[in-house]
């Protein structure tokens, strides 16, 4: 509001001209009437006053000071008036006294509004405790130096922070540039690293430069060697691709072959070579092995026909072999010396290859049944030789004479009265008598 306010409608009506109905009040009388208007917070009777005249007047350290004039009803409601501008001023400083402390970074401004504040006291039209202001706004200009360095460390802090967490990030894009071979999991987190980026702020921008440098390059080495791998993977593919067309081809000749054992060998060469020969790219492996299988699987189909069938026809081999173990097994078993097992076996086995071949399931039982019998009769023949061998005979023959001489020995110290010397004689004649035991025992198999 200026200094002077105009002069508003008289409060009290005008005397109407005769024969004229006296007019009802107007909109802004009836406004003026009823708006109720919140006291001033200020006290600003105690600061100031408004004469009847309406002159408005400000208590200072220098003195009373005209503000201006007020023509808008009664002097209590001017200086009221006056003491809410007054309040208005005092929330603006309040509001400066706040942000100096919530936002240092915005300090100078800060000073700035305080200062131009603290001037415009000398002439600003409002009622109450200027001095207070003043000293308030000085102190808000006299913080808002210190505000303003802290606001530098922060600044510092915060760009330190930001250049910490962007080397960091610089670092982990390098060591995937560098090294990294999970390509698609790399690639993702370099994408991750690059949206994290762009969320790092207040870096200046020389270091901001040469760290997106440092990360551009890390980001390019990484793609060149994906590439590289990649055209690397394509060539070793084709490679593949064309090996397996060959074992494929080669499949394909073979199935229709009946040389049952020397094809079925050939086609597990031919599974070995496709493993070795590596992948090719999916739908083109999964295409050729699809033909590998198909023709291996028919070669194999029509083997297993004719071996059923021949099995089949070799079902009465088996029940005779069968037979053959029933009657020879118990009968070598019971034999009571190497010769009479040892003809036992060899008739049977006479018998067993005049039979013939037997269904597949059984040829490895019988073969295995009768590798049992053999080798039983050659661990008979073991014990034969071991028995009869002179060179284990005369050892344990030597084992006795050992006996005999301690015996002797024991009789002639116990008639000499030695009875010490015939006991140790005793005890070591009865030590090699179990020797001598053990030695007959191994002669006779037992």
């Excluded at 007020?70 to 003491?83: N, R, V, Y």
């Excluded at 706040?98 to 504040?117: G, I, N």
């Excluded at 610089?170 to 560098?178: C, H, L, T």
């Excluded at 198909?294 to 059923?308: E, G, L």
């Amino acid at each position: 509001m200026s200094d002077t306010t105009p002069s508003p409608t008289p409060s009290s009506p005008v005397p109407p001209t005769s024969g004229t109905p006296a007019a009802g009040p107007s909109p802004a009388q009836l406004r003026r009437r009823t708006t109720v208007v919140a006291p001033p917070r200020s006290q600003p009777e105690k600061w100031g006053r408004v004469d009847e005249d309406g002159s408005a007047w400000v208590k200072t350290a220098d003195g009373e000071r005209l503000i201006g004039t007020w023509q808008a009803g009664a002097p209590e409601e001017g200086l009221a008036h006056f003491g809410r501008r007054y309040d208005d001023l005092v929330t603006e400083v309040a509001l400066l006294e706040r942000r100096l402390e919530s936002h240092p970074v915005e300090a100078t401004a800060t000073r700035k509004h305080a200062a131009d504040l603290k001037e415009s006291l000398a002439t600003a039209a409002v009622i109450g405790d200027l001095a207070a202001l003043d000293e308030r706004l000085q102190e808000v200009v006299a913080k808002s130096f210190t505000a303003e360095e802290k606001a530098k460390e922060l600044r510092q802090q915060r760009r330190n922070a930001a250049i910490a967490r962007k080397t960091k990030l610089v670092e982990e894009a390098e060591a995937i540039g560098a090294s990294a071979t999970s390509w698609k999991q790399s690639g993702d987190r370099l994408r991750d690293i690059l949206e994290e980026w762009k969320t790092i702020h207040g870096i200046d921008r020389k270091t901001d430069d040469a760290l997106w440098k440092r990360f551009s390059r890390a980001r390019e080495s990484f793609n060149r060697r994906r590439g590289s791998h990649f055209a690397e993977l394509d060539r070793v593919r084709a490679a593949a691709a064309r090996r397996k067309e060959e074992i494929v081809a080669a499949a394909e000749a073979l199935q229709d072959s009946e040389e049952w054992n020397d094809t079925a060998a050939e086609y597990r060469h031919l599974m070995s070579e496709w493993k070795k020969a590596g992948r090719a790219q999916k739908d083109v492996d999964d295409s050729l092995w699809e033909r590998f299988k198909k023709a291996q699987d028919n070669f194999f189909d029509r083997r297993k026909a004719v071996m059923d069938q021949r099995d089949s026809e070799f079902a009465a081999n088996g029940a005779a072999k069968r037979a053959l173990l029933d009657e020879y097994s118990p009968r070598i078993d019971a034999a009571e010396n190497y010769d009479e097992a040892r003809s036992l076996v060899s008739e049977l086995v006479g018998k067993w290859e005049q039979i013939g071949r037997v269904p597949r399931a059984d040829m490895r039982p019988f073969d295995d049944a009768l590798r049992n019998l053999e080798r039983h009769v050659a661990d008979m023949e073991k014990a034969e030789w071991q028995r009869t061998d002179p060179e284990v005979q005369a050892r344990a023959q030597q084992f006795w004479d050992r006996v005999k001489d301690f015996e002797a020995q024991a009789e002639k110290a116990e008639k000499a009265g030695r009875t010490k010397d015939a006991e140790k004689a005793r005890a070591q004649a009865a030590q090699w008598t179990e020797w001598a035991k053990a030695a007959e025992d191994s002669l006779n198999g037992l």
